[in-house]
C-alpha cells in the first residue's frame, strides 16, 4: 500500500466511527441493473432479454405462481421475442435453501440455458442469483460464501468475471432483490441462512409491471411492503448513509406514504401496487453502500431460529429500534427528524422524542396492515433470546448501524419487541 | 514504505497480539464463541497467521505455515492489518474498497468486531513496550 492509500485508510473513518453528516471520506454506490416499470410489460420481456444476450433461457419460479398462469404469460413473452424456453424449475420453496439452489443449476446445465429469468419473490430470485454463480463458476453454494469473492481476473484483482445473464420479474413488493448484488439462502443442515454478494450477481435487468403483483395476497403486501419500508428508513439512517442512497431512500419513502396502505387496501389498484414496485426496487439502493441496519440484524436471526418471515419480523422490530437508535445522539437523530418530515410528523424536540413519534407511527402502520406487532404472535419466546442476541451480534447490518448495540441493547430490544 | 520490514516483525507485534489475546482469561473464552479457524494472509511483507476459536478447545495461533484447515480466510495488506489493530480501519469501507477480502461464513467472525475495541490500547502498549513508537500512527 503506498501513502496515499495510508491516508485514504485513515481518513476512511476510525474504527466504530460514525460519521452521521457532512463530506464522506469514501463512498460507493452502484446501481448497473437495467430497469423497465410499466404496463403491459411481461409480453415484451423476450424483446428487452435479448439486448443482455439471452437466447436459451431457464425460467426459475415457484409452484404457487405457476398455476395463477403469470408464468404461461412470461413464457410466451420469452417466445414472441425470439428467444427459446430451455428449461422450467418451479420448485423453489418459500424459504430456498443451498440443494434447491444446486438443483437449478443442474437444470441449467441440463437443458443446455445460456441465460436465466426469475420469476417470483425474494426466494426465487435470491435462488436464481446463486443459481447462477453456480451455473457459471461451479462448487456449491456455501463456498461462495460472503462478499466480494466471486473470481475475478489478473489474479483477482482485476474485472470481475461475468455471470449468464439474468433477469428478473419480482411478484412481491418487498426485498429490491432484483437490483441488489446480495443473495440469502438457507443452509438446512447447519439451521443458518448465510449470504452471497458480489458486483457480477447484479441481475442485469429488472422489470417491474403490476401484473405481476396481481394474484399477490393482502397479507403477503403488507410484509413485504415493511420490508421494503425499513430498507428505506434503515438505509437512510445507517453510518453508511451518502447523497446517491439519500436520494433512493427518500424517494422510496414518499412512495410508500402514499402506495402501501393503499395498496393493501385495494388490492385491484393497479397504479398502487405498480408504486410499491418502484418503491421496493428504489428503497433497496442503499445497500449497495452497505447502508442497513439492525432491524435486520435482529430480523435475520428471528428468520433463522424462529422461522419467522423476513417481512414480519421488520415491521415488528423496526420501531423499537428507531427508538434505540434515535436516542443514540443528536446526529442520528437528525437523520430520523428528515424522515419524520416525509411523514409529516413531529421534526423538533429531543432525539428521544423524534424516535418516539416515528415509532409509534410505524407501530400504527403496521397495526392497520393487520401484522402481528409483537415477537411473541410469531413464534419467539424468552428462551430464544439468547440465540437471537448471537445471530445478531454476528450480522454483517449490525456493523452499520448508525449506533452501536451491544449483546446486552439486542437482548433489551428483542425483549421490548416480544 | 511498508510498516513492517519482514514477515518476522510483523509476526513479533501483530502474531505477539494474537498469541496474548489466545491467553486472556476474559477475553479468550469470548473469542471462542466464534466457533471457526480464521486465516489471515496478508501481504508487504508476505506472512499469514492462523487462529483457532472454538468453544471448549485449547486456543491455538499458528504463525506461518499450519496443519489447521481454515474456514474463514481473510485477506489484505500487512499495513491495513497494523492499522485496523491501532483501530484506524473502517471495515465496512475496507470491504467495500477490497482493502480487506473476506470469504467463508464471515459472520461468525463479525461478532467479534465489538469485542476487538478494548484491544487497539494493548496493541498500541505492546509496540511502545517494543521501543516502536514510531509504528504508532497518531
Known amino acids: ?418 | 514504505m511498508a510498516y513492517f520490514k519482514d514477515e518476522q516483525e510483523l509476526y513479533q507485534y501483530i502474531g505477539r497480539l494474537f498469541q496474548d489475546l489466545a491467553a486472556d482469561e476474559e477475553l479468550a473464552p469470548k473469542f471462542k464463541k466464534a466457533n471457526t479457524i480464521v486465516q489471515y494472509r496478508y501481504r508487504n511483507p508476505d506472512a499469514q497467521i492462523t487462529t483457532k476459536l472454538i468453544e471448549g478447545e485449547e486456543g491455538q495461533v499458528d504463525l506461518g505455515p499450519t496443519e489447521l484447515v481454515h474456514e474463514v480466510l481473510m485477506t489484505m495488506e500487512a499495513d491495513t492489518a497494523h492499522n485496523f489493530w491501532l483501530g484506524k480501519v473502517n471495515i465496512t469501507v475496507a470491504l467495500a474498497r477490497g482493502q480487506m477480502k473476506a470469504k467463508g461464513p464471515v459472520a461468525k467472525i463479525l461478532k467479534l468486531v465489538p469485542l476487538v475495541k478494548p484491544v487497539f490500547p494493548r496493541y498500541k502498549k505492546l509496540l511502545s513496550d517494543a521501543g516502536r513508537e514510531d509504528l504508532i500512527i497518531p
Open chain 1, 1 to 418: 500500500m503506498d501513502e496515499y492509500d495510508d491516508d485514504a485508510t485513515a481518513r476512511a473513518g476510525e474504527f466504530g466511527s460514525r460519521q452521521m453528516a457532512g463530506f464522506k471520506p469514501f463512498y460507493q454506490f452502484i446501481a448497473p441493473t437495467r430497469v423497465i416499470a410499466g404496463y403491459d410489460l411481461i409480453g415484451g420481456i423476450g424483446f428487452e432479454f435479448a439486448k443482455e444476450g439471452a437466447k436459451r433461457v431457464l425460467i426459475v419460479t415457484d409452484q404457487v405462481l405457476r398455476e395463477t398462469g403469470l408464468v404461461d404469460r412470461v413464457i410466451a413473452g420469452v417466445e414472441d421475442g425470439g428467444l427459446e424456453v430451455a428449461g422450467i424449475v418451479d420448485g423453489v420453496p418459500q424459504d430456498s435453501d443451498a440443494g434447491v439452489v444446486m438443483r437449478t443449476a443442474e437444470a441449467g446445465h441440463e437443458h443446455g440455458a445460456d441465460s436465466i429469468l426469475a420469476v417470483g419473490g425474494g426466494s426465487v430470485m435470491d435462488t436464481a442469483k446463486v443459481a447462477n454463480v453456480i451455473f457459471v463458476h461451479g462448487g456449491d453454494p456455501r463456498g461462495w460464501e460472503g462478499y466480494f469473492g466471486l473470481p475475478r481476473d489478473d489474479d483477482g484483482q482485476g474485472r470481475p468475471q461475468e455471470l449468464a445473464p439474468l433477469a428478473c420479474i419480482p411478484t412481491t413488493a418487498g426485498t429490491g432483490s432484483e437490483v441488489s448484488f446480495v443473495a440469502v439462502v438457507k443452509d438446512r443442515d447447519a439451521h443458518v441462512k448465510f449470504q452471497i454478494g458480489d458486483i457480477p450477481m447484479y441481475p442485469r435487468l429488472a422489470l417491474l409491471d403490476p401484473e405481476s403483483t396481481r394474484t399477490l395476497p393482502v397479507k403477503l403486501a403488507a410484509s413485504t411492503g415493511m420490508d421494503a419500508m425499513t430498507h428505506a428508513i434503515e438505509g437512510y439512517v445507517s453510518s453508511e448513509w451518502n447523497p446517491h442512497s439519500d436520494a433512493y431512500a427518500m424517494a422510496a419513502l414518499r412512495l410508500l406514504r402514499d402506495n402501501l396502505h393503499r395498496a393493501f387496501e385495494h388490492p385491484a389498484d393497479d397504479e398502487a401496487r405498480g408504486n410499491m414496485l418502484i418503491a421496493a426496487n428504489l428503497a433497496i439502493q442503499p445497500t449497495s453502500s452497505s447502508a442497513i441496519g439492525i432491524a435486520h440484524s435482529m430480523s435475520h436471526a428471528c428468520g433463522a431460529h424462529c422461522d419467522v418471515p423476513h417481512g414480519v419480523a421488520n415491521a415488528i422490530n423496526l420501531p423499537w429500534v428507531i427508538e434505540f437508535n434515535a436516542a443514540g445522539g443528536d446526529e442520528i437523530a437528525a437523520r430520523y427528524r428528515d424522515v419524520n418530515d416525509v411523514f409529516g410528523l413531529e421534526t423538533g424536540g429531543s432525539a428521544e422524542a423524534v424516535g418516539h413519534a416515528l415509532g409509534e407511527h410505524v407501530r400504527q402502520l403496521v397495526a392497520s396492515l393487520g401484522l402481528p406487532t409483537r415477537l411473541s404472535q410469531v413464534g419467539v419466546t424468552e428462551a430464544s433470546i439468547d440465540l437471537l442476541v448471537d445471530g445478531a451480534m454476528g450480522d454483517a447490518c449490525t456493523l452499520v448501524n448508525p449506533r452501536d448495540t451491544s449483546e446486552e441493547e439486542f437482548a433489551e430490544l428483542y425483549r421490548l419487541a416480544l
